[in-house]
T-cell receptor, first 114, second 108 residues
Framework: KAGVTQTPRYLIKTRGQQVTLSCSPI?????VSWYQQTPGQGLQFLFE???????NKGNFPGRFSGRQFSNSRSEMNVSTLELGDSALYLC?????????????FGSGTRLTVV | GQQVMQIPQYQHVQEGEDFTTYCNSS?????IQWYKQRPGGHPVFLIQ?????EVKKQKRLTFQFGEAKKNSSLHITATQTTDVGTYFC????????FGTGTRLKVLA
């Protein structure tokens, strides 16, 4: 079966712009989580959506937002980009929010802000 | 808040040596899961442990869940260059949370 698909794979944006990243979860997975990973850093949790509702949110500024559609596809938006937003953004999907089956990650979107 | 710390943060070993990473949670976990992220890749689910004191093996990898369900370990016997990467634990306390990760480098 198809895995988690993230688009685009690479993105270069200018400081001050906004960006939208897309994630298509595995079919049947209703939970989608987003993580930010900077070089040598761990996984910084952004937010989790389950059946179109945001269930959890990490400690990121309001410039980071997301949503989930009825088909479980999710988008993440970052407004007013800053240089420090350069990172790998990972989307992960799960049947049950990770509790019993863990998460399947996509290959990520590598965002560079110049 | 709930925290999951892993030690060490980094580990360099000679090929053939053993390696262990420890995962410690500030709260009791209902389960613990382990992931591996190869350099340039994304985390991949390895295994889940649910029972207190549970031990599971995958070839050279041994995973253990503590009796109090607040800690876990991953031990790799006779490391190989293919073991290079970052190992994350993750668990469900009052929310699902990833550990800080241990980056393993294997020197040939």
């Amino acid at each position: 079966k198809a895995g988690v698909t993230q688009t685009p794979r690479y993105l270069i944006k200018t400081r001050g712009q906004q960006v939208t990243l897309s994630c298509s979860p595995i079919s049947g997975h209703r939970s989608v989580s987003w993580y930010q990973q900077t070089p040598g850093q761990g996984l910084q949790f952004l937010f989790e959506y389950f059946s179109e509702t945001q269930r959890n949110k990490g400690n990121f500024p309001g410039r980071f937002s997301g949503r989930q559609f009825s088909n479980s596809r999710s988008e993440m938006n970052v407004s007013t980009l800053e240089l420090g937003d350069s990172a790998l953004y990972l989307c992960a999907s799960s049947l049950d929010g990770g509790a019993n089956y863990g998460y399947t990650f996509g290959s990520g979107t590598r965002l560079t802000v110049v | 808040g709930q925290q999951v710390m892993q030690i060490p943060q980094y580990q360099h070993v000679q090929e053939g040596e053993d390696f262990t990473t420890y995962c410690n949670s500030s709260t009791t976990l209902s389960n613990i899961q382990w992931y591996k992220q190869r350099p340039g890749g994304h985390p991949v689910f390895l295994i889940q442990l649910v029972k207190s004191g549970e031990v599971k093996k995958q070839k050279r990898l041994t995973f253990q869940f503590g009796e109090a369900k607040k800690n876990s370990s991953l031990h790799i016997t006779a490391t190989q260059t293919t073991d290079v990467g970052t190992y994350f634990c993750a668990g469900t306390g009052y929310k699902y949370i990833f550990g800080t990760g241990t980056r393993l480098k294997v020197l040939a």
